[in-house]
């Protein structure tokens, strides 16, 4: 069993930055693929970012990408998302999942989940 803990969440305004983390206990995460996911208020889930066991490989939602980086550390069990040029369209609550699969683009390809942290994005 994988307990997984994001932190890093808060308020920030349009054009900022917060790194997110989520850290794995329970079991090594080493050998799982990891990815965020956000979900408005309203809206369904989306995948934001993955990142592949070795940190080799990574995919980005085209809303993201060049603003948000994808990271691991597995050292640590723990995996990052940098998020900068912040947009109140970012604002959701962002969970992070771990993946036995390659390249998962699926909720359903997640089998561990987070219970979230809230991002908030300020005009």
């Known amino acids: 069993q994988v307990q997984l803990v994001e932190s890093g969440g808060g ?11 989520c850290t794995a206990s329970g079991r090594t995460c080493s050998s799982y693929s990891m990815g965020w996911f956000r979900q408005a208020s309203g809206k369904e889930r989306e995948l934001v970012a993955t990142i592949n066991w070795s940190g080799g ?3 980005y939602a085209d809303s993201v990408k060049g603003r948000f980086t994808i990271s691991r550390d597995n ?7 940098q998020m900068n040029s912040l947009q109140p369209e970012d604002t959701a609550k962002y969970y992070c999942a ?18 979230g ?3 908030t994005v300020s005009s």
Do not use: I
């Open 75 to 81: 050292a640590k069990n723990t995996v990052y998302l």
């Open 117 to 119: 942290t809230q991002v």
């Open 11 to 21: 308020l920030v305004q349009a054009g900022g930055s917060l790194r997110l983390s």
């Open 57 to 59: 490989t990574t995919d």
């Open 98 to 115: 771990a993946s036995l699969r390659f390249r998962p683009t699926h909720g359903y390809e997640y089998v561990y989940w987070g219970q």
